[in-house]
């Protein structure tokens, strides 16, 4: 990785005595981490404080190819120009309002959305803070779309939706829900991709049907061929609302605006890579019908939709477009896949675009992620055996070849570390 640059800033020492607090090492600062954080993440891996393009830099001066790219989030990398200075910008000018207001860059926003998705007339958008807060939205709409004889909810197997309470209910992980329970009442999950099972349990007792167009929490996984236009059919038929989880897939992911490109849902929600890594998520609905499910007082939010957020948005969208973006995912997502496949102790390789999740040989995805932060890479495990990769939507073929060219001596690592342990 002799290629990596030197981080914008690195050699500035932190100006006024308000920032003396910002200097130490990693372990100084994982001590001071033990003491004051709750430990819901667990130990963090490495404390970083300095990112530029696909890179990161940590508090010892160690640089890593970011992979990960906060979990689907750093659409344009690490401090992109643009969207910094507009968002220094936008702050310069007009921080927050509460929503009894409105401002030029939220509508713009929410117009620019409904663009992209192609919604027809009468559709719109509701802003908020995080993809969780766009899905507990999307489930008041489901709840607004119920009668007492029209009250389940059907939800995915292996499904991941968020943490907060509605959310929770929708998500599958057991895990997860149980220290919870009970959780709102009404959600029935179902196998993933299997069209007959959706058949089979959607009917006019149900008010909606909530999917992810891939499952990346759960690896990476793709519906088959066919699937989510079977999934609007039946939903149709029945009344139902169809309700999409494009909070990691969308904005560019999978090589599209969005991954259920050519099936029109009824609401569809979206965050992490909506404001490259600027807090805004948003839930889209499609149609005058389910847009005025939710009425005034019904919902609402303190910082969604507020100025800076919808800035940075509208930002990361015009350089996405502006920079070709998308021609890039599916560029380099291609090659990328191509030379996982071809990796000793990988078994297969799924996604589309930059959402990419290696099935391994061996049980030994945890210590894999280890044994590439000590390499220069930041990857994620989604299991035992599964990897997931959600990098920068700028990584580039040769940076991304970087890391097929060390992968077998990660994976060799990560074995020996594991068969040591066993």
């Not at 990988?346 to 099935?359: E, F």
Request: net charge negative; glycine share 12%; charged share 15%.
């Amino acid at each position: 990785m002799s290629s990596i640059p030197k981080a914008p800033g690195a050699d500035i020492a932190p100006a006024g005595p308000e920032l003396t607090e910002l200097t130490g090492t990693g372990s100084d600062w994982l001590a001071r981490y033990g003491k004051s954080l709750m430990g819901v993440f667990g130990t963090p891996q490495r404390v970083l404080v300095r990112g530029h393009g696909c890179y990161v830099w940590d508090a010892d001066g160690k640089a890593y190819l970011d992979l990960l790219g906060g979990i689907a989030v750093n659409a344009l990398g690490h401090a992109h120009p643009f969207v910094t200075s507009v968002i220094a910008s936008q702050l310069n000018t007009l921080g927050h309002v509460s929503n009894f207001f409105t401002s030029p860059p939220q509508i713009a926003l929410a117009e620019k959305l409904l663009q992209l998705a192609q919604a027809p007339e009468g559709s719109k958008v509701f802003f908020s803070n995080s993809g969780t807060e766009a899905i507990e939205a999307a489930f008041k709409l489901a709840r607004r779309n119920s009668t007492p004889e029209r009250s389940r909810i059907i939800a995915m197997d292996h499904a991941f939706h968020g943490r907060t309470m509605g959310a929770l209910a929708l998500t599958a992980k057991a895990a997860y829900r149980e220290p919870f329970e009970p959780l709102p009442a009404g959600v029935e999950h179902i196998p993933y991709g299997d069209v007959e099972a959706l058949r089979a349990a959607v009917d006019e007792t149900v008010a909606a049907v909530f999917m992810e167009p891939i499952q990346g929490e759960a690896g990476v996984h793709l519906p088959p061929e066919g699937y989510l236009q079977a999934a609007r059919e039946i939903t149709q038929a029945a009344g139902a609302l169809l309700i999409f989880d494009e909070v990691q897939t969308g904005i560019g992911r999978t090589g599209t605006w969005f991954a259920s490109e050519g099936v029109l849902p009824d609401a569809m929600a979206l965050a992490k890579g909506l404001g490259a890594g600027f807090p805004i998520g948003g839930l889209i609905t499609f149609g005058e019908k389910a847009s005025s499910l939710l009425t005034a007082g019904q919902h609402g939010t303190t910082f969604g939709g507020n100025p800076v957020a919808t800035a940075a948005a509208l930002a990361t969208l015009a350089a996405i477009e502006s920079q070709d973006v998308l021609a890039n995912v599916n560029t380099t997502g291609e090659q990328l896949r191509g030379a996982l496949r071809k990796v000793d102790g990988v078994s297969s390789v799924r996604g589309r675009g930059l959402l990419i999740g290696i099935d391994l040989d061996q049980e030994i995805a945890p210590a894999a992620v280890t044994a590439a932060l000590e390499a220069g890479f930041i990857i994620n495990a989604t299991g035992p055996h599964t990897l997931r990769l959600a990098p920068p939507l700028i990584l580039g073929v040769d940076q991304a070849m970087s890391f097929t060219d060390e992968l077998p001596a990660i994976l060799k690592a990560a074995a020996a570390t594991t068969i040591g342990q066993s």
